[in-house]
């Protein structure tokens, strides 16, 4: 149980420090290519810990938590309840990625307008332009 | 200044790293090991997504996938919203890349796309892509699938024949034009969801909820979720479908105003000013 408990801090430990490179890339990277790469790390990493958050431990290994009989018996349901995740996690992050995608697909569309009118990325270089 | 400025940034992200961890090593995820119980609101949802019982019989939405269950039915506004995030973003693509449309790809010459190797092997796979993605879509009500995954696996078709057969061919098949009126069409077709239980209970001359899927106390109308043997879904299987033809087509209109040839596109930005 304590190996188990490290290597799951671990892995959520990973994902505060990936978050934070993220960050780093958002705040300090002047390409703004750059900024829309580390954007979607961080919002991968945020999901895939609403992800973690939803986990849990079942013991001993479960069959798949699939309800097979329509309608379910009182049984099978309490069988299933027993077995199945949190839903709700996964609910959310499967809009999120897609969502996602359409909001990172506008970035990359102002980008390339940016880059066609000024002829650069650089956001220290846009900031200087006037008029 | 930069300088200082890069400093502060680091110490402090250092500082968030060292905060979360300690907040997670003092229970703040409110465990430390992945637990062996669920919560009582994943009980809840759990319990309630296919039950005939009398007690849940009227806040059941019957249906055997639970994730399903609650984006199109528990949390159906919800979805509603963030499918007009994602409109709102595509929208304001096409804005931006306004005056761009695959007329200007008359202008210059066509080319061949890839190999044939290359565009052998991804006939065969585009017929693949379409097939999972269609299951995924279709069986939404019954397996983990729906609507934005299915629509997000077909929307790699276009993105790969766009690359493999060049956008000159692509834009013969399907334009921005036709794209975004197919995606208009899945967003009509969720909106009339939204509202079709309670067109049934109008011609009864009752009446129902708003994203009313199963009969509720109150409501006694709902779409049919089963026919012995068959899982119908209700009103999941048409928000799936529609939700399927927005997001796969609303991602083609996108990508073939990505692939413009570049000069096309500078030539229309620089031609307005």
Redesign the interface.
């Known amino acids: 149980m304590e190996v188990e408990s490290f290597l799951f801090n671990i892995v959520v430990l990973s994902m505060f420090v990936n978050m934070t490179i993220a960050l780093y890339g958002i705040l300090m990277k002047p390409s703004l290519v750059k900024k829309i790469i580390a954007l979607t790390i961080f919002s991968d990493t945020i999901n895939t810990l609403a992800i973690i958050v939803g986990f849990r431990h079942a013991e001993p290994n479960p069959i798949p938590p699939v309800i097979t009989e329509i309608p379910p018996s009182l049984q099978h349901l309490r069988l299933f309840v027993l077995q199945a995740v949190d839903p709700l996690p996964q609910a959310l992050v499967l809009t999120a990625i897609v969502i996602g995608l359409a909001v990172v697909l506008f970035l990359m569309f102002v980008t390339l307008q940016i880059y066609r009118i000024y002829g650069t990325t650089d956001v220290r270089k846009i900031s200087k332009l006037r008029g | 200044m930069n300088r200082i400025l890069?400093t502060i940034?680091?110490i402090s992200?250092?500082l968030?790293?060292i905060g979360?961890?300690m907040v997670?090593?003092t229970g703040g995820?409110g465990f430390?090991?992945?637990?062996?119980?669920?919560?009582s609101?994943?009980?809840i949802?759990?319990?309630t997504?296919?039950?005939?019982?009398a007690k849940y019989r009227y806040i059941s939405a019957m249906s055997?996938e639970?994730?399903t269950a609650?984006?199109w039915d528990y949390?159906g506004l919800d979805?509603l919203f963030?499918t007009s995030?994602?409109f709102i973003?595509?929208v304001?693509?096409l804005a931006?890349?306004r005056g761009a449309t695959e007329k200007l790809l008359k202008s210059f010459p066509s080319t061949q796309g890839m190999s044939l190797i290359v565009r052998t092997i991804t006939r065969i796979a585009i017929v693949m892509i379409l097939a999972v993605g269609g299951s995924i879509a279709l069986h939404g009500h019954l397996?983990p699938g729906?609507g934005?995954?299915g629509?997000?696996t077909i929307a790699v078709a276009p993105m790969l024949l766009i690359i493999t057969f060049s956008i000159y061919l692509f834009s013969k098949m399907v334009t921005v034009y036709k794209a975004v009126t197919l995606r208009s069409v899945g967003l009509i077709g969720i909106a009339l969801s939204a509202f079709i239980v309670l067109f049934v209970a109008l011609i009864h001359s009752s009446s129902a909820y708003i994203f009313q899927n199963q009969p509720k106390l109150y409501s006694y109308y709902g779409l049919p979720s089963?026919i012995?043997?068959t899982?119908l879904g209700g009103t999941l299987f048409l928000f799936n479908t529609f939700e399927t033809l927005a997001?796969a087509f609303?991602?083609a209109a996108?990508f073939i105003?990505?692939m413009l040839p570049?000069d096309a596109?500078?030539n229309v930005?620089m031609g307005e000013e």
């Open positions: 890069h940034i680091m992200l250092i968030l790293v979360l961890a997670l090593s995820l430390t090991v992945p637990p062996s119980g669920i919560r609101l994943a009980i949802f759990l319990n997504t296919f039950n005939l019982d055997p639970a994730v609650i984006v949390r979805t963030e995030v994602m973003a595509i304001g693509a931006i890349s397996t729906g934005f995954q629509g997000a089963y012995e043997p899982v997001v609303g991602f996108l105003l990505f570049e596109v500078r930005i």
